[in-house]
């Protein structure tokens, strides 16, 4: 069955940076793009950023723009987030998920917190 | 702001039906795929219909999508105390390549 495990999330300062891993295992990974997508306390749901199966192409919120970077290593059947200058507002639970290969994320992880705070 | 509007709660008594409206623009919902999720409360979402109004397996068919121009619907049949959880709407914007998500219906179920 398909299994996405998010990790690398933890509390960070204001302006440093940190990077979540996402292990994907139960289906091909290489044939399909992925999502990364965020919850602040409390709030809704916030798509983050795509990136093809391939990792040709990669579309990002305005957001996070030129702050977060999304990339794979098909061989390893992983999907990163290298986020930086991180602020308080990036404070959420970051899920990372499958897409359906009809831009919608299917599957999901369960998910790593990420706090910015000093 | 969301780019997909959503009513903030909705509810009905067990047994009962109950639609969820999410309304968009002709970038999003019209040319595009719409796909539902729900949340349960301290979990992952979990994806209810893709392709406007399709249901994995593991979805019962109490669970419906529909769509019409810029707008789309979720209905659920015969409510369960369990089907209290988050409801999201989402979408491509081919106009900005973005996903974008509604912000999201709470369901009470009275």
């Known amino acids: 069955q398909v299994q996405l495990v998010e990790s690398g999330g933890g509390v960070v300062q204001p302006g440093r940076s940190l990077r979540l891993s996402c292990a994907a295992s139960?289906?091909?990974?290489?044939?399909?793009?992925m999502h990364w997508v965020r919850q602040a306390p409390g709030k809704g749901l916030e798509w983050v950023a795509v990136?093809?199966?391939?990792?040709?192409?990669?579309y990002y919120a305005e957001s996070v723009k030129g702050r977060f970077t999304i990339s794979r290593d098909n061989s390893k059947n992983s999907l990163y987030l290298r986020m930086s200058s991180l602020r308080a507002e990036d404070t959420a639970v970051y899920y990372c998920?499958?897409?359906?290969?009809?831009?919608?994320?299917?599957?999901w992880g369960q998910g790593t917190p990420v706090t910015v705070s000093s | 702001q969301s780019v997909l509007t959503q009513p903030p709660s909705v509810s009905a008594a067990p047994g009962q039906k109950v639609t969820i409206s999410c309304s968009g623009s002709?970038?999003?919902?019209?040319?595009?795929?719409v796909s539902w999720y729900q949340q349960l409360p301290g979990t992952a979402p979990k994806l209810l219909i893709y392709?406007?109004?399709r249901r994995p397996s593991r979805i019962p068919d109490r669970f419906s999508g529909s769509k019409s121009g810029t707008s789309a619907t979720l209905g659920i049949t015969g409510l369960q105390t369990g089907d209290e959880a988050d409801y999201y709407c989402g979408t491509w914007d081919s106009s900005l390549s973005v996903w974008v998500f509604g912000g999201g219906t709470k369901l009470t179920v009275l």
């Open positions: 998920a499958r897409d359906s290969l009809k831009l919608e994320p299917d599957y």
């Open positions: 139960g289906f091909t990974f290489s044939s399909y793009g």
């Open positions: 002709s970038s999003t919902i019209e040319n595009n795929y």
């Open positions: 990136i093809w199966y391939d990792g040709s192409n990669k």
């Open positions: 392709d406007d109004n």
